[in-house]
């Protein structure tokens, strides 16, 4: 697969640099650089190598290091049980709470479905995971946390608490969603994609944009000193290039390595007909 990415993109940019230059340089510089045919191919090798690279370290990691119009800053672990922590109303306006005020938790296990329902968890009694609404007795209850270990080889669960307005009765929805936040901590879970941490960290962003500046430079060595185009015309053509190849030629390149729509995270379901918004506390 990487060869064959290689082998085309070399022949595609040979032909680009070889018909280009002769057309380009002729115009701006009277005459082609000497030994053109040779020069083009040493250019379309070196842009060819960095972005099979690029191609590799996507096929590692996807998405993960990107262009900088795609790259997701952060890492992200899977879990497949997790507990909901819940918190209680008899009448479905005040919370259950103990002698010092603290709302009462109580704790569920929850599991990954299998098959068709790997997307979804459910309790040891067959139901699926809601934010909030009516158990069984009739009183009402809404998700303030879930405790997951972000890795199988974890110690101990980590909490993730609800995002809350002040009033700890209504679900804060962001721009991206109901999120789970980690206590004291960074990282999160949404709530409509269970089963996935994310991680924030400022080294998958530090490493995906010096992979991005590298594709520029890796233009312009191969226009500049390769090709013998002048510095700056060399510059400019290394950001018309790289941004084209990182907008149209990039996508097409990383398309194998990432799942079909078929097999992305479906939305984990929230609500049923008749229960409560799930947007809503209590």
Not at 252 to 277: E, I, Q, S
Request: proline share 7%; charged share 20%; net charge positive.
């Amino acid at each position: 697969m990487l060869l064959l990415v290689l082998l085309l993109v070399t022949l595609v940019l040979f032909a680009i640099f070889l018909g280009g230059g002769i057309i380009a340089q002729g115009y701006l510089y009277q005459s082609p650089a000497e030994r053109l045919p040779l020069r083009a191919l040493g250019a379309a090798a070196l842009v060819g190598l960095f972005l099979t690279m690029w191609v590799w370290i996507d096929a590692r990691a996807p998405r993960k290091y990107d262009t900088f119009f795609e790259f997701a800053p952060y890492e992200t672990k899977t879990f497949d049980e997790m507990d909901a922590v819940r918190w209680t109303s008899p009448d479905g306006s005040k919370l259950r709470v103990d002698g010092s005020g603290t709302p009462v938790e109580e704790v569920v296990k929850f599991k990954r479905g299998v098959g068709g329902k790997k997307d979804t968890f459910f309790d040891p009694a067959g139901e699926p995971f809601q934010l909030n609404s009516s158990g069984k007795s009739g009183q009402s209850y809404m998700t303030a946390a879930i405790k997951a270990k972000p890795a199988p080889d974890a110690p101990e669960p980590v909490r993730f608490g609800a995002q809350l307005t002040k009033d700890k009765r209504t679900y804060v929805d962001g721009p991206d969603g109901r999120r789970f936040i980690e206590d004291k901590g960074s990282r999160y879970v949404q709530a409509d994609q269970l089963g996935v941490v994310y991680a924030p960290t400022t080294g998958t962003v530090a490493v995906a944009l010096f992979i991005n500046l590298v594709h520029f430079v890796v233009w312009f060595v191969a226009l500049w000193l390769v090709l013998q185009f002048s510095r700056g015309h060399s510059a400019l053509m290394a950001v018309a290039f790289g941004l084209l190849t990182m907008l149209l030629v990039l996508p097409l390149l990383f398309a194998p390595n990432r799942k079909k729509p078929d097999d992305a995270p479906k939305p984990v379901a929230t609500a049923r007909a008749g229960a409560p918004n799930p947007a809503a506390g209590f």
